[in-house]
């Protein structure tokens, strides 16, 4: 089964988590990690059958790996 590993980072100006993937490519954002992984589920398999990564109604798995840095005064 084929992977794509969607790295997310928090952008707090925005206050949205951005995710991407140059291998597909992909990239979205949403408020919260649930709804970017549900975004980025509905769209990817979509993009990857459009680039010849997967075939149709092949499952693929997504990966989001998180990264989120809190600045904290002291």
């Not at 928090?10 to 490519?25: I, K, M, T």
């Not at 949403?30 to 109604?57: S, W």
């Amino acid at each position: 089964m084929k992977q794509f590993t969607v790295h997310t980072e928090f952008d707090p100006e925005a206050r949205v988590w951005c995710g991407s993937n140059s291998e597909l490519p992909l990239t979205t954002e949403a408020p919260t990690l649930d709804q970017l992984l549900a975004r980025a589920a509905e769209i990817a398999p979509e993009i990857a059958v459009m680039n010849g990564l997967a075939d149709r109604g092949e499952p693929v798995k997504i990966h989001l790996a998180a990264d989120h840095v809190a600045t904290l005064t002291l």
